[in-house]
């Protein structure tokens, strides 16, 4: 059974174009982020939902828009892509209750490649 | 600004000797850290934490340090083995900052020698 999983893990896609990244954990949590690994490697926070309410939005552009129907999915939507945007996107959940020493799940990835 | 930061990019060590990882970070408020593990084209995988409440945490072949008044962690993985050969990223959060963010280092890749 996958904990956090996404899809599409590989997208390529043109410039311009719109697309939509999709995540699902069933491990019950409460808390789901968006990260983005970029060509320098560093994993950077992007977005937080705990219990479909946003709690971080770091600076991110505003093309960039986090939707979570329900607490079990945070879904990323990317309008008008640029070549900057390539980069890998993970997907995790925490519990997001209690104590805030917590410990992130990850996803596999989702390889997107703007051309 | 990196607030963790994990100096050698890569590490090799021979199968069965220790390998040590090493990580600082700048963010005194930094109260929990972890260490993740990440094989190519997969996301990371939890392999330990601890609190800074601790100096130690062990867990079969992974030990992590901290060293609050330097600023320092390190991963001990003894022994080292080929299955190991990884990136291990540190990270580290502000529980007090009300939010369950992790900031990351730029990873280290360890390689075992058979």
């Known amino acids: 059974d996958t904990a956090v999983s996404q899809t599409p893990k590989y997208l390529v896609t043109q410039m311009g174009n719109d697309k939509s990244i999709k995540c699902e954990q069933n491990l019950g949590h409460d808390t789901m982020y968006w990260y983005k690994q970029d060509s320098k490697k560093f994993l950077k926070i992007m977005f937080s939902?705990?219990?479909?309410?946003?709690?971080i939005n770091e600076t991110v552009p505003n093309r960039f828009s986090p939707k979570s129907p329900d607490k079990a999915h945070l879904n990323l939507h990317i309008n008008s892509l640029e070549l900057g945007d390539s980069a890998v996107y993970f997907c995790?959940?925490?519990?997001?209750?209690?104590?805030?020493?917590?410990?992130?799940?990850f996803g596999p990835g989702t390889r997107l490649l703007v051309l | 600004d990196q607030q963790v930061k994990q100096n050698s990019p890569s590490l090799s060590v021979q199968e069965g000797r220790i390998s040590i990882l090493n990580c600082d970070y700048t963010?005194?408020?930094?109260?929990?850290f972890l260490w993740y593990k990440k094989y190519p084209a997969e996301g990371p995988t939890f392999l330990i934490s601890?609190?800074?409440?601790?100096d130690k945490n062990e867990d079969g072949r992974f030990t992590v340090f901290l060293n609050k008044s330097a600023k320092h962690l390190s991963l001990h993985i003894v022994p080292s083995q080929p299955g190991d050969s990884a990136v291990y990223f540190c990270?580290?959060?502000?529980?007090?900052?009300?939010?369950?963010?992790?900031?990351f280092g730029k990873g280290t890749k360890l390689s075992v020698i058979p």
């Open positions: 939902y705990n219990n479909k309410e946003l709690i």
């Open positions: 963010n005194s408020m930094f109260d929990y």
């Open positions: 601890i609190s800074s409440i601790k």
């Open positions: 990270a580290a959060s502000d529980s007090g900052a009300g939010s369950y963010q992790l900031t």
């Open positions: 995790a959940s925490s519990h997001g209750v209690g104590s805030l020493q917590e410990t992130q799940y």
